[in-house]
């Protein structure tokens, strides 16, 4: 790695003007599992590497009425520690866990995973399907973004030059809903997605009838992708085999896959449709509460 | 041209100061700094877990930490595990299961059971696999480490 200067602001102020400053010379640091590894290999350069952990609003987990609020430094293994936080946000905690080893998740954070925005990240369709909003800060003051828009193309995403993701803001879990994330990958562990899914079905009352449903796709398209259609095939609909077999259907027509190393776009458009209907069976019983 | 940055840090429990740049992962800086060579590379870049250090009461791949991050911070490393009484019931069930071969691999895997077995000593041969999915070895083919973990275990439940 080339010669880089270091800086840890403690307060969110000192960081922008550090962005500011700076502009495209300067990195953030989060955990640092994509970053180091970017910066060695030379895919990413950078003048000033700023460490992220030390600023206050990127370190919160907060978990209020308002839903939770994940600071962009916060490493996975943080959220899954958290009881609360864990058993509000089950499908977030299926990929905050899954990420690389337990090495990684004592480092690496949600807020990294979205922003180095690889299509095969494995947190952003469980944020995405849960309805996250990313809260932006930068030389123009703060905005916010849906995270189903924040990607905008493999390693890049919507911040604009000296802008930092503060943090991830996920609505608090509606009543009788639930999510579930699943990938595919040929090991147990470590191993990127050939093939990701997330959902999320809010049910009525009974726990008979979906209200709404959204379903986020990994590793088969330029970008993280909200099957819309797939999502809304479901509003309104009994719990059958048949429903979710459609959703099925429509979230593998969404997929974009390519051909590469991992696998074909036969494989991938097969493994949405598979993904799709076991994450909506582990959603529905996890709406139920009967898991 | 950034220079030197004086890092203060505990390493094994002793307060320790280094020099370093800032590009230094905190594997180099153990390595070639302050000269404890006990944590390996293997891949440099978070794949095999030779360079397992905790810091701060978690494992992390220190290949993948700046020296520069470890200013403030807790580090324990391979030297540390043994006491002055001897081995550490992990690496004696290292040694006494034939847990390794090469060794290159050891220093991450005992670090890394460290953690594991100190949180949960009565982790069974699924969590142990899962635990160390992050640590490769090319020699062993795994199941006498699992099972020196399993034995090591035993003897810290035992006390
Ligand atoms: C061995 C290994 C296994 C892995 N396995 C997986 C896996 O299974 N699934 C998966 O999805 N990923 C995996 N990854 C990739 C990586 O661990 C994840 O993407 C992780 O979530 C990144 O988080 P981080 O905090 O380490 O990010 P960093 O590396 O710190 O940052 C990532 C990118 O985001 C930028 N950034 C960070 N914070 C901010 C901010 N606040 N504002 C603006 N930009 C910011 C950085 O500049 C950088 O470009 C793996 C990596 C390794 C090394
Ligand atoms: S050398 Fe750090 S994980 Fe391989
Ligand atoms: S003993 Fe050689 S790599 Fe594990």
New interface residues.
């Given amino acids: 790695m080339r010669a880089i200067d270091y800086q840890a602001p403690t307060s969110l102020s000192e960081a922008v003007s550090i962005m500011a400053a700076n502009g495209d010379r300067a990195r953030p640091l989060a955990g640092g599992t994509d970053v180091l590894v970017q910066l060695r290999g030379g895919r990413r350069e950078a003048d000033v590497v700023m460490d992220t952990k030390k600023i206050p609003e990127l370190n919160t987990l907060n978990l209020g009425d308002n839903g939770l609020q994940l600071g962009a430094a916060v490493p996975c293994y943080r959220i899954y520690q958290d009881s609360a936080v864990a058993a509000a946000y089950p499908g977030l905690i299926d990929a905050a866990g899954m990420i690389g080893s337990i090495q990684i998740q004592g480092r690496a954070t949600v807020g990294g995973n979205l922003c180095n925005a690889a299509p095969s990240g494995d947190t952003i369709p469980p944020v995405i399907t849960l309805g996250g909003e990313a809260h932006i800060n930068g030389p123009n003051g703060w905005r916010t973004l849906p995270a189903e828009n924040f990607c905008t193309g493999p390693g890049r995403n919507a911040l604009e030059n000296g802008e930092l993701l503060v943090a991830i803001q996920l609505p608090a879990p509606a009543a009788n809903s639930g999510t579930a994330y699943l990938r595919f990958i040929p090991r147990n562990e470590m191993d990127i997605a050939v093939a990701g899914v997330s959902s999320t079905v809010q049910l009525d009352a009974s726990g008979q009838t979906i209200q709404s449903a959204r379903i986020a796709l990994a590793s088969v398209g330029p970008t993280p992708i909200l099957a819309t259609a797939a999502g809304d095939s479901l509003a309104g609909k009994a719990v059958s085999d048949e429903a979710i077999a459609e959703a099925g259907r429509l979230a593998s027509e969404a997929a974009t896959p390519i051909t590469d190393m991992r696998g074909t776009i036969r494989q991938r458009h097969h493994l949405v449709d598979v993904l799709t209907r076991r994450t909506l069976n582990i959603a529905i019983r996890r709406a139920r509460g009967e898991e | 041209?950034?220079g030197l940055?004086h890092v203060t840090t505990t390493i094994n429990g002793n307060q320790t100061d280094f020099l370093c740049?800032?590009?230094q992962?905190l594997l180099e800086c153990l390595r070639d700094v302050v000269g404890m060579t006990g944590s390996k590379e293997g891949c440099?870049?978070?794949?095999c877990?030779a360079c397992?250090v905790n810091?701060d009461g978690?494992?992390?791949?220190s290949c993948?930490?700046?020296g520069?991050?470890a200013?403030g911070a807790e580090v324990n490393t391979i030297e540390g595990v043994a006491s002055a009484d001897g081995l550490h019931p992990i690496q004696q069930s290292f040694l006494e299961n034939a847990a390794l071969q090469c060794g290159i691999c050891t220093p991450g895997f005992i670090v890394?059971t460290k953690a594991l077995l100190e949180a949960e000593p009565d982790a069974d041969e699924a969590r142990i696999r899962?635990?160390l999915?992050?640590?490769l070895c090319r020699c062993t083919g795994y199941d006498k480490i699992v099972r020196a973990v399993l034995d090591a275990g035993e003897r810290m439940r035992a006390g």
Avoid: F, Y
Wanted: with cysteine; aromatic share 4%; net charge negative.
């Fill in positions: 041209m950034p940055v740049e800032p590009r992962s440099n870049d978070g794949n877990g397992t810091m978690r494992i992390v791949c993948l930490v700046l520069v991050e200013q890394a899962h635990w999915a992050g640590n």
